[in-house]
């Protein structure tokens, strides 16, 4: 066999061609098969998230709408007023009263449901507003939203509410970080209970969590404050 036959050669110049040439197709197709793949799809989901995040009104898809996930304008009626604000439908309550509408009564601590901090009242019942979205609670097709009660629409001319003032008789508070969401919760419960008992004041205010430990000092306080409000309102 002459040295023109031998297969190791033929081999030895397809390589020695490919590098002249610089990157061979099968290097290309290796290279696309181990990251380009990852690589390409990144770029597109960075597409697709630039247009969406461009898209601030409601869509039309098909039969239904779809907001967001851009910034949408909507209204909250908060402390009997009606706030507008733009922000994206992924926003909770909590972030939107905070962030948006400078109401900052409402505390930010666990942000999943468990420590009561950030206890509003939305439509009469005390809620976690870090596990609420605005958007639900919005305005929504013409249609007033949520009645929402924070923590700064409780004393409007600046006289401190009864549930208040019996958290400084009783000395119910001692860094204060909870007593925004206790004082909701219980002004909650009050407006509903006007003559409680022990078990249901200590079974009310067990979603509201306090590393002071001020719990008897709290619950004197709704005993005092539900005989002070009389009908449940103040
Ligand atoms: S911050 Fe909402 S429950 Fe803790
Ligand atoms: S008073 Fe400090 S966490 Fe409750």
Same mark, same amino acid.
């Given at each position: 066999?002459?040295?023109?036959?031998?297969?190791?050669?033929?081999?030895?110049?397809?390589?020695?061609?490919?590098?002249?040439?610089?990157?061979?197709?099968?290097?290309?197709?290796?290279?696309?098969?181990?990251?380009?793949?990852?690589?390409?799809?990144?770029? $597109?989901?960075?597409?697709?998230?630039?247009?969406?995040?461009?898209?601030?009104?409601?869509?039309?898809?098909?039969?239904?709408?779809?907001?967001?996930?851009?910034?949408?304008?909507?209204?909250?009626?908060?402390?009997?007023?009606?706030?507008? $604000?733009?922000?994206?439908?992924?926003?909770?309550?909590?972030?939107?009263?905070?962030?948006?509408?400078?109401?900052?009564?409402?505390?930010?601590?666990?942000?999943?449901?468990?420590?009561?901090?950030?206890?509003?009242?939305?439509?009469?019942?005390?809620?976690?507003?870090?596990?609420?979205?605005?958007?639900?609670?919005?305005?929504?097709?013409?249609?007033?939203?949520?009645?929402?009660?924070?923590?700064?629409?409780?004393?409007?001319?600046?006289?401190?509410?009864?549930?208040?003032?019996?958290?400084?008789?009783?000395?119910?508070?001692?860094?204060?970080?909870?007593?925004?969401?206790?004082?909701?919760?219980?002004?909650?419960?009050?407006?509903?209970?006007?003559?409680?008992?022990?078990?249901?004041?200590?079974?009310?205010?067990?979603?509201?969590?306090?590393?002071?430990?001020?719990?008897?000092?709290?619950?004197?306080?709704?005993?005092?404050?539900?005989?002070?409000?009389?009908?449940?309102?103040?």
């Amino acid at each position: 066999m002459s040295r023109r036959d031998d297969p190791k050669d033929s081999v030895h110049d397809d390589k020695a061609k490919r590098s002249k040439r610089g990157i061979g197709r099968r290097d290309f197709v290796k290279l696309v098969g181990g990251t380009g793949v990852a690589v390409t799809a990144e770029v $597109l989901a960075r597409q697709q998230l630039a247009t969406a995040a461009a898209t601030t009104q409601e869509t039309v898809v098909g039969g239904g709408k779809v907001i967001g996930p851009g910034p949408v304008p909507m209204t909250l009626r908060v402390n009997g007023e009606a706030k507008k $604000l733009t922000v994206e439908p992924r926003v909770t309550l909590l972030d939107a009263l905070r962030n948006h509408l400078d109401l900052t009564g409402a505390k930010k601590v666990c942000d999943r449901g468990t420590c009561g901090a950030c206890t509003v009242i939305v439509n009469g019942k005390a809620t976690y507003s870090c596990t609420a979205l605005a958007i639900d609670v919005a305005d929504h097709e013409g249609k007033p939203g949520a009645d929402i009660r924070t923590i700064e629409g409780l004393a409007p001319e600046g006289k401190l509410h009864p549930v208040s003032a019996s958290f400084v008789d009783n000395d119910a508070q001692q860094c204060g970080f909870c007593t925004p969401g206790f004082v909701m919760a219980c002004k909650a419960f009050i407006e509903k209970h006007h003559n409680p008992t022990a078990e249901q004041v200590k079974e009310a205010l067990g979603g509201n969590l306090c590393r002071c430990g001020t719990y008897m000092g709290v619950r004197k306080v709704v005993v005092e404050a539900a005989m002070k409000m009389k009908g449940g309102h103040a």
